[in-house]
């Protein structure tokens, strides 16, 4: 399928968002579904606290997340040295950083629609779980988390769509670099400043929407899929 | 049977029996108790709704906490608010048979059974499959089932478990008339035959008469009496709680003899006396417990000549129920043997008929209805 035509950068581009969002998706699906099973079962002081900053990312400018996670993660930044100094790690200006800047966007989305299925599974499945002898972990993964599973997938669609066209964070903090951190949005939004390219920023624009559609299809097909097999057991 | 009516369990203390000692508060609602509960046959905790029983299960079961108090398994403490010790559910290895059944909706039937298999028991799933006929749904998922259904599984998941102690959440809760009896012949035949004592929640005079050999009687989250059934049933203090106008005793009588064109089937009491009941299928030999409601139960002085009781029984009155004011009945407690009678009468005829203990009477009882154990 040469056929596509679409361009190197164009292509790289592609490989770049998909691989950026599927990096992304995966570091926050522990954490996220931890917090989300905290948030549904457990009370604590300050949770209404962690609740707010949780969903800090949905209604904070993208670009202060960006410039935040320069000022700690960067080179200077208290979390960055520790990661150069221990791990070798750097992380802004890379792709993996894109990566860390798309987690973070996705994070509330995740959290949320993994909480509310957490909430719907019955308690009382759970206790009945453990009075036939499975201990809390067991319970977890045999019993709530299946039992989530259909929510779980959608918050992790969710996440990846959102890591996927990230724009704002990603350039604050892991800039524009071609074959690096440049994913779609930034790709479109160079080729929007370059003059004479209204024809290519075209083509990625279509690029996108194709994109998105698959992926709005494909997780309808396995929210289909995943509700069938559940309708099936309820006969 | 004893006859007297003690105010404490008669049995000895076993090794393995359940001590408890509990005091929790939720809401206005306060439980307090302290009881021993027998480490054999059923035990049913009964009461009205809003009585406790349902929070002194989940205290056992560990599914929560007492505000103090402890919860004694044998020599092992399952719970101890003042030395701080709390074995959690999981590993406490006491089955519970909830309400609402509970079976988990991605699992077939076979893999509920499953979850909580101990290795030891799989050599008798086949035997608890059988005894609870489910055999053919094993490849079900529990959505497809029915109320009953879903309940025998449960119970069958639970046994599955290897409990030391089952517990059992009125586990026949909206099933209908005849679905609860079939669960219920099932209950009973399961106490009989598998050696785990059960405690047994219920709100339902006719279940706790059908199964339970133990008694824990609670009102307002305090224990009332407890004891052996057949004791707490002569008791007319208990009257009201213990079925009021449907109180009943229960008699042990062996099989004589059946009489199949009549479908009536003799019964002779341990101090030689016959007895006729509608028939039932067992042996002449074997023992049967028949339940008398008090309120079939009339006396005369003398064998009267002919009448429609096909069963007079001869009597010594040995107590007389105090009298309730505003109510024209009163509770006598026949000495049958080594078995108690209870009757009830008006005052009036009480007075007309000049009884006192040690009145020589002749109890006419009119139906006879059947425990579904056997003796």
């Known amino acids: 399928m040469a056929a596509l035509m679409l361009s190197e950068a164009e292509w790289q581009a592609i490989l770049i968002s998909l691989r950026v969002a599927g990096v992304a998706v995966g570091w926050i699906l522990v954490p996220g579904v931890a917090l989300a099973w905290l948030m549904a079962r457990r009370e604590f002081r300050g949770k209404a606290l962690l609740d707010g900053v949780l969903h800090l990312p949905l209604v904070l400018p993208p670009v202060v997340v960006g410039y935040l996670l320069l000022l700690s993660l960067g080179r200077q930044g208290w979390l960055g040295q520790w990661l150069d100094q221990w791990f070798g790690v750097t992380l802004p200006f890379t792709w993996q950083g894109a990566a860390v800047a798309g987690g973070v966007m996705a994070f509330p989305l995740l959290v949320r629609a993994v909480r509310l299925s957490l909430e719907a599974v019955d308690v009382k499945l759970e206790a009945a779980a453990s009075t036939l002898g499975a201990g809390r972990w067991r319970v977890f993964f045999t019993i709530t988390l299946p039992l989530a599973f259909p929510g779980l997938l959608t918050g992790g669609v969710l996440a990846f769509a959102r890591a996927l066209s990230e724009f704002g964070a990603t350039i604050t903090f892991a800039a524009n670099i071609p074959g690096e951190t440049r994913t779609l949005p930034l790709a479109l939004y160079t080729l929007i400043q370059t003059p004479g390219a209204e024809a290519a920023a075209a083509r990625l624009c279509v690029l996108s929407i194709v994109i998105a559609m698959l992926s709005l299809l494909a997780s309808e097909w396995l929210a289909r899929h995943a509700r069938r097999r559940l309708s099936e057991r309820d006969g | ?375």
Do not use: C, W
């Open chain 2, 1 to 375: 049977m004893s006859s007297i009516t003690p105010t404490h369990d008669l049995h000895p203390q076993r090794r393995d029996d359940l001590q408890l000692t509990v005091d929790k508060r939720q809401g206005g609602f306060r439980l307090e108790a302290s009881l021993t509960l027998p480490a054999s046959g059923v035990t049913a905790l009964f009461g009205p709704s809003g009585s406790g029983k349902t929070s002194l299960l989940r205290l056992i079961a560990g599914l929560d906490r007492p505000d103090s108090g402890s919860i004694r398994l044998g020599h092992e403490t399952l719970t101890d608010t003042r030395r701080r010790r709390f074995v959690p559910p999981h590993r406490r290895r006491l089955g519970v048979v909830f309400q609402e059944a509970r079976l988990f909706p991605h699992y077939r039937v076979r893999g509920n059974l499953a979850y909580g298999m101990r290795g030891t028991a799989r050599a008798r799933l086949d035997d608890i499959v059988e005894l609870l006929g489910i055999g053919h749904l094993l490849e079900r998922f529990p959505a497809t089932l029915s109320g009953g259904e879903a309940r025998r599984v449960a119970i069958g998941r639970a046994l599955l478990s290897e409990p030391r102690l089952l517990l059992m959440d009125e586990p026949l809760t909206g099933l209908d008339g005849a679905r609860k009896q079939e669960l219920l012949d099932y209950i009973a035949r399961l106490a009989r035959d598998i050696d785990i004592p059960i405690v047994y929640v219920s709100h339902e005079t006719d279940e706790l008469i059908a199964i339970a050999d133990h008694l824990v009687l609670l009102e307002q989250g305090r224990v009332l009496a407890h004891g052996p059934l057949d004791d707490l049933l002569t008791r007319f203090e208990l009257t009201d709680q213990l079925g009021g106008f449907d109180a009943a005793s229960l008699i042990t009588a062996t099989v004589d003899g059946h009489e199949p064109h009549y479908a009536l089937t003799r019964l002779r009491l341990p101090d030689g006396q016959p007895l006729t009941i509608p028939i039932v299928d067992a042996a002449p030999g074997s023992r049967l417990r028949v339940r008398i409601p008090v309120r079939e139960v009339a006396l005369a002085l003398d064998e009267p000549g002919a009448t429609s009781y096909r069963n007079r029984l001869h009597a010594t009155v040995e107590e007389i129920g105090p009298p309730q004011p505003g109510r024209a009945a009163v509770e006598l407690r026949l000495r049958l043997g080594e078995q108690v009678l209870r009757a009830r009468l008006t005052r009036k005829s009480l007075d007309e008929m000049g009884l006192t203990t040690g009145t020589s009477v002749v109890a006419l009882v009119r139906s006879v209805s059947f425990d579904t154990r056997r003796g």
